[in-house]
Nanobody, 121 residues
Framework: VQLQASGGGLVQPGGSLRLSCAAS????????MGWYRQAPGKQRELVAF???????NYVDSVKGRITISRDNAKNTVYLQMNVLKPEDTAVYYC????????????????WGQGTQVTVSS
């Protein structure tokens, strides 16, 4: 399984960005996909994940501002980020796994390359 992330960039506080993560290869085994982020000097943090059935989960700090969704026909997961704050600045990584537990533990089998999100005026 290969994951290709895109969509990062520089945005002003209060702005929006949409990240995409396209999966290819032997994706039949994938049941959950998600996004982690890592800011300079901080630990990696799980932002959100979505199961094949469409169940979602978010870290408290992004609830109401960030939405994860998926297009099964395109094997792509999106992270729509609104009302961005400077503290959202980080490298964002998409990931995928067979199990939610592995993804939540940061032990996903598959990771995409990071995409930088910078929120600054």
């Amino acid at each position: 399984v290969q994951l290709q992330a895109s969509g990062g960039g520089l945005v002003q506080p209060g702005g929006s960005l949409r990240l995409s993560c396209a999966a290819s290869g032997s994706i039949f085994s994938i049941n959950v996909m998600g996004w982690y982020r890592q800011a300079p000097g901080k630990q990696r943090e799980l932002v959100a994940f979505i199961t094949k059935a469409g169940g979602t989960n978010y870290v408290d700090s992004v609830k109401g501002r960030i939405t994860i969704s998926r297009d099964n026909a395109k094997n792509t997961v999106y992270l729509q980020m609104n009302v961005l704050k400077p503290e959202d600045t980080a490298v964002y990584y998409c990931c995928a796994d067979k199990t939610v537990l592995a993804l939540m533990a940061g032990r996903s089998d598959y990771w995409g390359q990071g995409t930088q999100v910078t929120v600054s005026s």
